[in-house]
């Protein structure tokens, strides 16, 4: 934002990138005019007790059928360098199981999509990379814990699975002018699935403010 010239922002994160958005104004409230956070909240200590595997054949069976949270890869992507050499080369059988798993209409994935995404991460620095967020997360908890409830606007864009979650989750303990808004139709990547109830939503939630950057 300093090389750009802009004191404060619109910031708008997508998974990861709402938590790094949420820690943002958190630590540096004066940067951003208005935050939107996608599909994930911020992790907290409850994070810490999030099942990764399934614990009944009917919650087997939901995975099975891409549905169900058990983010087996929380764990995978803790560990030290098995995750590069396994998936150097071969990322797009992640790329291509995270989308039939997220995805309600699997068409919104398309294959030039896909293989620029596998593209990206297929290099071991890229894997390493990738998995720093997870190496620290314990440390965002932390410092979560030391925060007062952020001020400024926070909107947060749900897919159907995680809107009940993310309605409880994103609650006055996180701030305290924060609304959650369901996004019919679409699964985790709502960028992809719905872009046009997203950009309205985003459209309607800067509009006070006209001016990006400042």
């Not at 750009?4 to 922002?9: E, M, N, Q, V």
């Not at 995975?63 to 995750?83: C, I, K, S, T, V």
């Not at 790329?95 to 896909?114: K, P, T």
Request: aromatic share 10%.
């Amino acid at each position: 934002m300093q090389h750009l010239g802009c004191r404060s922002a619109f910031v708008v994160g997508h998974d990861i990138g709402a938590s790094l958005g949420y820690h943002l104004a958190a630590n540096f409230p004066e940067s951003v005019r208005r935050l939107v956070t996608i599909d994930m909240g911020v992790p907290d200590a409850a994070w810490q007790a999030i099942p990764m595997l399934p614990g009944s054949d009917e919650q087997v069976a939901a995975l099975a059928h891409g549905r169900g949270g058990y983010p087996w890869w929380f764990a995978l992507n803790q560990l030290r360098e098995l995750p590069e050499l396994l998936l150097a080369d071969r990322f797009r059988l992640v790329i291509d199981w995270l989308y039939g798993h997220m995805l309600i209409d699997q068409s919104s994935g398309d294959e030039a999509a896909r293989a620029i995404y596998a593209q990206a991460y297929d290099s071991p620095d890229a894997i390493r990379a990738g998995n720093g967020w997870y190496q620290t997360m314990r440390q965002d908890i932390a410092d979560l814990a030391t925060y007062e409830p952020v001020t400024l606007p926070i909107l947060t864009l749900a897919g159907e699975e995680a809107y009940p979650a993310l309605r409880e989750q994103m609650s006055s303990d996180k701030g305290t002018d924060i609304r959650v808004v369901e996004i019919k139709g679409s699964g985790h990547y709502i960028p992809e699935e719905q872009p046009e109830q997203m950009l309205r939503e985003l459209a309607a939630f800067f509009a006070p403010s006209a001016v990006v950057c400042s």
